[in-house]
């Protein structure tokens, strides 16, 4: 069972960086696609990032050029650094790991408030 743990989200002005962490643990033998996504109050989940397991790596129009997501395989851990942050940025973020033989699972969230 997959198990995992973001951190970093905090509370900053509009302009500032932010580095969002999300380390995982209980992959046995599949390889996931690693992502976040993020919510905001009111608003549906949405998709922000990933790294699929061919390395490719896909942003949301909204965060492209502002946002950079990578990974560190050797201690199972998938960061997302947020710069240029905007009000809009604001909301809940989400690790999510997905893989067509062994399911997908969510971490628990950690929140993100930009204030203009």
């Known amino acids: 069972h997959v198990h995992l743990v973001e951190s970093g989200g905090a509370s900053v002005m509009a302009g500032g960086s932010l580095k969002l962490s999300c380390t995982g643990s209980?992959?046995?033998?599949?390889?996931?696609?690693m992502s976040w996504w993020r919510q905001a109050p009111g608003k549906e989940r949405e998709f922000v990032s990933e790294i699929d397991i061919d390395g490719v790596i896909t942003y949301a129009d909204s965060v492209n050029e502002r946002f950079v997501i990578y990974q560190d395989s050797a201690k199972n851990a998938l960061y997302l650094q947020m710069n240029s942050l905007e009000p809009d940025d604001t909301a809940v973020y989400y690790c999510?790991?997905?893989?067509?033989?062994?399911?997908?699972?969510w971490g628990q969230g950690t929140q993100v408030t930009v204030s203009s």
């Open positions: 999510k790991v997905d893989s067509y033989r062994c399911g997908y699972y």
């Open positions: 209980g992959y046995g033998p599949c390889t996931y696609n």
